[in-house]
């Protein structure tokens, strides 16, 4: 006989009906996974049945506790930066078990069953995208209707900026061509011997595109070859002025792309012609700033209603961007706008979810579709390209070869090490290197030379100009926030060194020359989460707060205005995305079970100095540092393949 009870019976048949008793049984478990798979399960109109029941719509326990879990599990994926969750992942497996050394076992977790099983569930809880409930199952893919839906804008956006783009190009071919020849004269020995010459090509990649990618490590000329690109655009078209932006995920971020920019600029003096290189803009802003915040919302000011009046933009360190906000970014964007993205897909992947630098432009490269290969060709008069079945990868170039590392140079080798999980390699030219690259854990052994060295002159700088440069010059770079290796106690240690050695200022709150940084955004004000000012004497003898602004400007702040700050003679690797230092050191945790270290952060964090580079760090952490890849999950490489405009 089937028992059919009314949804009401679900909330006694729900695998826990309190958190404290799912707590019981799944180690870890964080509450907000908890209540979304309670509240998403309350919140269905399934009925209750027995197992022999037809009836559509009605679950049995078995089910309900699967679904709970699942729910749980998708959860928690998302916090951890998936935008879904692979079914493999949980199939046959189990979930919030804990046994201690002794093997106690203290939490029995939950055993999914097969993936059949799973998805004989999902299937027939009709979680088709079409349908839409609470949740999605698409490509094997466990996903919240939120993050289905942002992955599917872009998607389409990629999807719909392929169609046809290289048979009818923006511009004639015969001019592209004439113009790369203009901007590519190769009177230097360098790129005459080069197969091909990847800047050329990237340049040459971007302008029959609406959407591109140019992607490479530091220093490999992203900057410099978007200069280019600009120049190209505007002068392919002189006839209509441009609205041209450059953006950039953060204030430093931006400060830095302007800086670079500029530079750049000045070095094409003389080598293209005045009259384009004013047309270029000099001037970088955040995202934020573009899109227009509104306060107290997540939502911009532009958006898919109120585009911008852009006709290109360029967003640079695009690994820092995250899926919702690159998905808020593409809906502000007018249809005939090119987009061109800037990045290193090999840094830290952004803080919230999503990957979205790394699935767009996958490595190494995958080649090009033939029609894609045969412009290319024509156009740079280069060879060789790799082929692929369609025009997936079209729209990416990458650039390998590093201007700012020698080859032979510690630094550089190191990354490229780290970057390819050779742990032993790395280690040895640590240990190996003559100038000391690696520091004593015993920090008090290094630390207080380091603090009068880098810090102790920032208060004696005759003016905020020289102090923000002192500044520039060294940072501390920590793995985590908490712990004996972490932000917080390191600051504090620097802050009472500074006090031992007479700055009697050091234990209070604010004191001339102390560097602090954001750690909230504040749309008011206009500070963001990671802009770095100094505390500062000013002429009327009044401490205050000032941050370089991306235009050069100062923005000044009273100190009781500032939202949530903290000092940052040390940062996190994850805060330095974006910035550069001329000496860096690195502090890894002694702590064995530390589950942040990975490739990405350590990369992140030695392609983070211009110049030297010290490391605190015992060998094991060091491995196991290098021995972990991050794995974000998404469905966009995959879609991106599948996409039916992609077939050529
Ligand atoms: N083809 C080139 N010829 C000469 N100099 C170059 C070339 N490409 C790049 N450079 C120089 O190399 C340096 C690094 O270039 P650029 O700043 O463009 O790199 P980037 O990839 O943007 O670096 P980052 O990722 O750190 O922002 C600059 O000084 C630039 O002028």
Redesign the pocket.
Known sequence: MSLIVNSIDIKELSPYPSFNLAQQQLHDLAPIDYFLAKELVLSTNFTVKSKTSGDVNVINKDELTLLFHLIIAVSHSIRIGNSCLPLVQVANSRIGFYADDNGIISHHGYAFPSLEEIKLLLTSLSTNPKENKLIILSENALYLPRYYKFEQELNNFIASTKNNEVSSSRYPVNEIQQCLSELFIYDTK??VDADIDW?KVAVANALNKRFSIIA??????????VTKLLAAIVSLNMQQPLNISLVAPTGKAAQ??TE?LI??IN?FEGIISTHILEKIPRQAQTLHRLLGVLPNKVNFRHNQNNQLNIDVLVV?EVSMVDLPMMVRLIRALPSHCQLIL?G?ADQLPSVAVGNVLADLAPRPHKGYSKANKDYLTQVTQSKAFKSYKNNAYDHVTF?TKS??FDKEGIVGRLAEFVIKGDASNSWQLLERSESSLLLSLDINQWLPKMVTKYYQGLAKCQDISQAFEMLAQFRILCATRVGTEGVANINQQIEQILYTKGNHQANKPFYHGKPIMITQNDYGLGLFNGDVGLIWTDEKGLLVAIFEQPDGHYLRVLPARLPSYESVYAMTIHKTQGS?FQQLVMILPQNKESKILSRELLYTGITRAKKTLQIASAKTTWFQGVDTQVQRYSGIQLKMETNENSKY
């Not at 490479?216 to 070859?225: A, D, I, L, M, V």
């Open positions: 360098e790129n800047q490479g490590g530091p220093g490999t000329g992203k900057t410099y070859t830095r792309l670079s530079n750049a070095g640079d800037l290193d650039l201007r700012r550069e």
